[in-house]
């Protein structure tokens, strides 16, 4: 007798978000806590975006104190993780809202896969799917995601993030300089 093939699912502490694992080639092989993962390294997917304005600008944020890692430090405009299930678009624009307010249409750029030891001995290794957006307004970000935020020039953020690159996130320039290639 055959026994059907299940996706391994690692039970959250105290209702801890779930992150979808999946291997180099982004298919799923399972579910775990989000701080499990993050502690173990695991490849897991993640979505990042980027909201340009008119002139160019790219909408900051930095991240909240309470944030489990990288807290205080700037980065994209929102980031997060796809709910077991929950498409990538989906969840670019629920993170978009949840952290900084507003939504706005989003086009998928590019998927990356990157790994990046962090303070707490936590280890960033995500399977990102970028997407890119355009908004004009002042965001309404969430004080328990966002600490604060800022349009800035290509030029200054690039600048800035050569000179001072402890002021930003693990992921942060590595994407940033694949979505300037496409822009």
């Excluded at 979505?47 to 980065?75: I, P």
């Excluded at 990538?88 to 998928?108: I, K, N, V, W």
């Excluded at 290509?154 to 940033?176: C, H, I, K, S």
Aim: with cysteine; charged share 30%.
């Amino acid at each position: 007798m055959h026994s059907m093939s299940r996706t391994p699912v690692t039970e959250p502490v105290d209702n801890e978000e779930l992150v979808v694992l999946v291997d180099e080639d982004d298919h799923v092989i399972g579910t775990e806590g989000k701080m499990a993962a993050h502690i173990a390294g695991k490849l897991h997917r993640a979505v990042s975006v980027f909201v340009f304005n008119t002139d160019g600008k790219l909408l900051l944020q930095q991240r909240a104190a309470s944030k489990y890692h990288s807290a205080g430090l700037w980065s994209n405009t929102c980031c997060g993780h796809p709910r077991p299930e929950e498409k990538t678009d989906h969840a670019a624009h629920r993170r978009l809202q949840d952290e900084m307010g507003f939504d706005c249409p989003l086009r998928r750029d590019f998927d990356f896969v990157y790994k990046r030891q962090l303070n707490g001995g936590l280890v960033e290794h995500e399977y990102d799917h970028v997407f890119v957006g355009h908004h004009e307004d002042a965001p309404t970000p969430s004080p328990a995601e966002v600490a604060d935020w800022r349009w800035v020039g290509v030029d200054e953020v690039l600048t800035d993030l050569e000179a001072n690159p402890d002021r930003y996130t693990a992921w942060f320039g590595l994407a940033l300089e694949k979505v300037l290639e496409g822009r």
